[in-house]
């Protein structure tokens, strides 16, 4: 399984990105669950979104509730972060992961870290006060 972050960048405060995290199709054979974490300069990685297999269970950190929105589109097998009001805060490193998933379109999307089995590589968002 390979996984591809991108949009990072620099952005001011109150400024917006979309991050994409692009899957190899691989992850196709069944379904699967995808996570988005964060790390920032000294800190550990924390969780920031998931989204189910089916789409229908979505999962925010307090810190991303009213400002992110996790949403899939399989058909291009890739999941977007839509990042909004960005604040200095959100700089870090952003990895997206994934674990195969099924069972129930209601299953909860995961959280935890050492629930994902498969990690991409970071792509650094920025933002300037």
């Known amino acids: 399984v390979q996984l591809q972050a991108s949009g990072g960048g620099l952005v001011q405060a109150g400024g917006s990105l979309r991050l994409s995290c692009l899957h190899s199709?691989?992850?196709?054979?069944?379904?699967?669950?995808v996570g988005w974490f964060r790390q920032a300069p000294g800190k550990e990685r924390e969780f920031v979104s998931s989204i189910n297999w089916k789409g229908y269970s979505t999962r925010y950190a307090d810190s991303a509730k009213g400002r992110f929105t996790i949403s899939r589109d399989d058909a291009k097998n890739t999941v977007y972060l839509q990042m909004n009001s960005l604040e200095p805060e959100d700089t870090a490193d952003y990895y997206c992961?994934?674990?195969?998933?099924?069972?129930?379109?209601?299953?909860?999307?995961?959280?935890?870290?050492?629930?994902?089995?498969?990690w991409g590589q970071g792509t650094q968002v920025t933002v300037s006060s």
């Open positions: 199709k691989s992850t196709l054979s069944s379904g699967y669950a």
């Open positions: 992961a994934v674990v195969r998933q099924g069972g129930s379109w209601r299953v909860i999307a995961p959280t935890m870290e050492d629930e994902y089995r498969y």
